[in-house]
């Protein structure tokens, strides 16, 4: 599974939009984007996923770049209870077949009210 | 709306103990994981678990690791002898699409249970 490169940490306002980032430059063509996240002393939690279209859920919208080396989690109005760690991840799912998920460092984004 | 639980929610252990950590997945699924998260650190992937047998595991994974489903509902992480380093927070996962299936293989996790070696 490919690298992904995430900001460290980020901050918002309540309410308003947020753009997490994420960089996967050698992302291959089966590979697909996940995006989790993990609050605070809670177990990481499904947000979104993607392979090109840009995709839209009730949690968040995910934008991919036409040549697929970005990606970014959009929250449309971030609440207190989005501040969390959120992980970007790719997996293939055909030749992931344990279907690890490879979790890295993340971005973690705080809120203020 | 259906959630993984674990037990115990914290488990304090002599080194060298052994100790068993219990998942009840959701009812449905059939893909069974383990996770670990040493604190401040990353969430590391442990062992993938399928139609009673293992289908990966990490380097982590060693001879002191075993899972077991010893029924219909349970899904549990043995450690044999423990170490301080395997104080951690370890979370069980369950998906209920297979990963070479399809792309869809959202996988949900548990509270955790905190281990404590001393």
């Known amino acids: 599974d490919a690298k992904t490169t995430q900001p460290n940490s980020m901050e918002s306002n309540e309410e308003e939009p947020v753009h997490l980032p994420c960089n996967h430059s050698?992302?291959?063509?089966?590979?697909?984007i996940h995006w989790y996240r993990q609050l605070p002393s809670q177990g990481p939690e499904y947000v979104i996923h993607?392979?090109?279209s840009n995709v839209n859920n009730r949690m968040a919208s995910l934008a991919i770049a036409e040549d697929r080396k970005s990606s970014t989690l959009i929250l449309h109005r971030a609440t207190l209870r989005d501040a969390a760690v959120y992980y970007c991840?790719?997996?293939?799912?055909?030749?992931?077949?344990?279907?690890?998920?490879?979790f890295g460092q993340g971005t973690e984004l705080s809120v203020k009210p | 709306e259906p959630e993984v639980t674990q037990t115990p929610s914290h488990q304090v252990t002599q080194m060298g103990q052994e100790v068993i950590l219990r998942c009840v997945p959701i009812?449905?699924?059939?893909?069974f994981y383990w996770y670990r998260q040493i604190l401040g650190q990353k969430v590391e992937f442990l062992v993938s678990?399928?139609?009673?047998?293992?289908?990966?595991k990490s380097e982590i994974f060693d001879d002191q690791f075993s899972v077991e489903r010893p029924d219909g509902s349970n899904f549990t992480l043995k450690i044999r002898s423990t170490k301080l380093e395997d104080s951690a927070m370890y979370f069980c996962?369950?998906?209920?699409?297979?990963?070479?299936?399809?792309?869809?293989?959202?996988?949900?996790f548990g509270p955790g249970t905190r281990l404590t070696v001393l």
């Open positions: 009812s449905n699924h059939l893909y």
């Open positions: 996962a369950s998906s209920e699409v297979g990963p070479g299936l399809a792309d869809y293989n959202e996988q949900f």
């Open positions: 050698t992302i291959s063509g089966t590979d697909y």
């Open positions: 991840i790719l997996r293939d799912p055909f030749y992931n077949q344990g279907g690890k998920l490879i």
């Open positions: 993607g392979l090109t």
């Open positions: 678990f399928y139609n009673n047998e293992i289908s990966e």
